[in-house]
């Protein structure tokens, strides 16, 4: 079947009428996000993330608006901590990239969505494809560093800062080799 398409703009995956190449859709359903004519899937946390802060497009949304909108219906012993809102967010960015929408930061507020104009699209998506590399693996090196560093005083987020590995893989680490300190209550 061929779509008679004369303005030449994108069409919709989901329904295959033409769409105003500036407009976002969004289709719970399938997960997926269309913008400039290239769609982009999420997974159902960060769709409803995404959600929530496209609604207040241009405005920013709270982490507390979008924690509300998550979660406001769930019993209270049934929720995450807040600090999942950030996670997806992290989470999207990437993906998001690669078609042209931005989640921005507003700190010690909550977070924006922004349309990237077409001359920083080519950026933004090489910051995207590189945020989504694949994390540094576990090297026996990793162990004479982290005690190096410990003896020189330095706390578990320094080190995995210094060694470039996550902090659970750092204390993880720290644990095996005898390195944590006690904590006196």
């Known amino acids: 079947m061929t779509l008679s398409n004369p303005t030449n703009n994108p069409i919709c995956p989901c329904c295959g009428s033409t769409v105003d190449p500036a407009q976002i859709l969004i289709d719970d359903a399938s997960g997926i ?24 497009y241009p ?4 982490k507390e608006q979008i924690y509300d ?4 219906l769930v019993p209270d012993c049934d929720q995450p901590g ?11 960015r990437p993906a998001l990239a690669s078609v042209g929408l931005v989640i921005g930061t507003q700190w010690g507020f909550g977070y924006v969505l922004t349309l990237a104009n077409p001359e920083a699209l ?14 540094k693996l ?8 982290i005690a190096e560093l410990a003896r020189q005083g330095y706390g578990l ?12 893989a750092t204390d993880r680490a720290m644990k ?10």
Not at 59 to 62: I, K, V
Not at 122 to 135: D, S, T
Not at 177 to 182: M, N, P, V
Request: contains cysteine; aromatic residues 6%.
């Open 33 to 56: 996000v269309t913008f400039g004519g290239q769609t982009v899937r999420l997974r159902a946390l960060q769709m409803r993330v995404f959600r929530s802060v496209a609604s207040a």
């Open 157 to 168: 987020v320094e080190i995995a800062r210094r060694v470039g590995i996550g902090y659970m």
């Open 82 to 92: 807040p600090k999942i809102i950030d996670v997806a967010v992290c989470q999207m």
């Open 69 to 72: 909108d998550l979660y406001a």
């Open 176 to 185: 095996r080799l005898g390195l944590t300190r006690e904590v006196a209550a």
């Open 59 to 62: 405005a920013a949304r709270s």
């Open 138 to 145: 576990w090297q026996d090196a990793h162990d004479e560093t």
């Open 122 to 135: 080519g950026a933004i998506k090489r910051e995207g494809l590189a945020a989504g590399r694949q994390p």
